[in-house]
Structures are given as structure tokens and as C-alpha cells.
């Protein structure tokens, strides 16, 4: 199941970059291989901010979880009752934030190619982020009567967190080498 989530991000990704493509040769202006990485990579963290859509009909409403490192709680939980290192790898609650940073490291690396400005990749953090969060606290922008995905703080910060972190470690990889 996993598999075929992340295969659609990628195929929806990778849509969404081609029309993107598209439209900036029209205008004249080709896709760099840097701004391509990020879009691939922004698109990919979109779908994943806002799949799968559930039938409107039998859509769960979800509350905002608003305590920031809400997600912390759940690692003395897991050691008092005695996980081991599978029931910690398996748990979605200890997962899900940990891929939440990965996945948007893979975001801040190609922006350490196109910008050397911490604010700007601050900014572009904030934004995709917000957008993403946004979207699942509106229910799609009214598609659904409610929100259908939980809206999260601690989403907020660690994405922000992991595309800052994708882009210092690229940068510093990076840095000297020539833009793509």
C-alpha cells in the first residue's frame, strides 16, 4: 500500500513538473535541471500533504492538533509499555514526524542550488508549508465540509525544520560547485 502511495506522488509529481515545463517553454524560458529537482520535490511533498482524498460522503472531520511536539509524547509511552526497535520503527506516531523532516530535506537540497539565502529557503519553507496545512484545514478549500486530514503545528515546524535542514547540508556539499 505504502509502495503504491509513493508511486503516485511520484507520477503526480512528475505530472505536475512536465505541465510546469510546458508552460515556462512557452514563455521562452527552459526548466534548469535545479528547478526541476525542486519541483519534482515540492510537488512530491504536496501530494503527500494532501492525499489520499477520502469520499466526500464518508469523509472523517479531523481537529487541529494545536499542542506544539505533541508528537513527543509518544516515545516514553512506546519504552514504558516495552517496544523495541520495531515497535518504534512501526509506529506511525513515531514515523510519521521523522518522514515529515526527510521528506522535506529532499526539498531544501535542490533550493540550496537555485538560492544561498537562509531567508529565502525560510520563506519557501513557510509558504509550502503553510499551504499544505491550509489546505487540509479548509477541507480542500471548501471541497469538503470539513477538514478531512488533521491540521498540525508540529507539521509546521518540522517541515519548515526539514527543508532548512536539506538545504544547509546541500549547501555546504554544494557550496564552490557550479549551479545546475
Known amino acids: 500500500m505504502t509502495i503504491f502511495f509513493l508511486g503516485g506522488a511520484v507520477v503526480y509529481a512528475a ?44 469523509a472523517p472531520c479531523r481537529e487541529p492538533l494545536l ?10 509511552r512506546l519504552w ?17 514526524p ?7 530535506m529532499g526539498v531544501g537540497a535542490p533550493l540550496a542550488l537555485i538560492t544561498s539565502e537562509r531567508r529565502h529557503a525560510l520563506i519557501f519553507a513557510a509558504c509550502l508549508t503553510a499551504f499544505i496545512e491550509i489546505s487540509q484545514a479548509t477541507g480542500l478549500y471548501g471541497i469538503y465540509a470539513y477538514p478531512y486530514r488533521h491540521f498540525e503545528i508540529d507539521d509546521l515546524l518540522l ?14 556539499f554544494f557550496r564552490g560547485r557550479k549551479a545546475l
Open 67 to 76: 499542542l506544539p511536539f505533541g508528537f513527543l509524547e509518544h516515545y516514553p
Open 98 to 104: 521523522i518522514m515529515n523532516v526527510v521528506f522535506f
Open 15 to 58: 505530472a505536475a513538473l512536465a505541465v510546469l515545463a510546458v508552460v515556462l517553454r512557452a514563455f521562452g524560458r527552459p526548466l534548469r535541471l535545479a528547478e526541476a529537482a525542486l519541483g519534482l520535490t515540492t510537488f512530491f511533498v504536496i501530494f503527500l500533504g494532501l492525499h489520499p482524498f477520502p469520499d466526500p460522503a464518508n
Open 159 to 172: 517541515n519548515v525544520f526539514g527543508v532548512w535542514l536539506g538545504f544547509t547540508l546541500a549547501g555546504r
Open 80 to 96: 514504558s509499555e516495552g517496544a523495541g526497535l520495531v515497535g518504534f520503527l512501526t509506529s506511525k506516531a513515531i514515523m510519521a
